[in-house]
């Protein structure tokens, strides 16, 4: 059985993130996460025992009140093996410790019994426009 370790602001490179990403069928965008780090409070990653990032959870921050869940991932092996609940719930507390107020989640339909039942998250009513690709 594997073990995993979770750790807040865990150095992950771009190229491991790179590695997640095509573990369950994405498309990597290579400088992804060298771009975005900076944006964020922190980040939860999850390793397996032989240090191979197993999961990820950033949480990018307004710098007060707010922050937001982004870009939860599982390594496609390790699915359904509550790695990424695990990621998320120490987001929640990390981002609770910072002091902010708020956390918020965008997702897929598909993922709405992870985010609401799993981890906690209650629907709230929201707006959002499309800046690229289609008109608002």
Not at 19 to 39: A, C, F, K, Q, T
Not at 71 to 77: F, L
């Amino acid at each position: 059985m594997t073990d995993f370790s979770y750790r807040w602001r865990d150095p992950v490179t771009d190229d491991e993130m790179s590695d997640l990403v095509r573990s369950h069928g994405g498309e990597p965008v290579p400088g992804w996460w060298n771009g975005v780090r900076r944006y964020s409070l922190g980040w939860v990653t999850a390793r397996d025992n032989a240090g191979t990032l197993a999961g990820f959870v950033n949480v990018a921050w307004d710098g007060g009140d707010h922050a937001f869940l982004l870009d939860t991932k599982t390594r496609g092996t390790y699915q359904r093996r509550g790695v990424a609940t695990a990621v998320v719930r120490l987001a929640v507390s990390h981002a609770r410790a910072a002091g902010c107020e708020w956390l918020h989640v965008d997702f897929v339909p598909e993922l709405r019994s992870f985010y609401f039942d799993a981890c906690g998250f209650r629907p709230t009513e929201a707006g959002l426009i499309r800046l690229t690709g289609q008109e608002s």
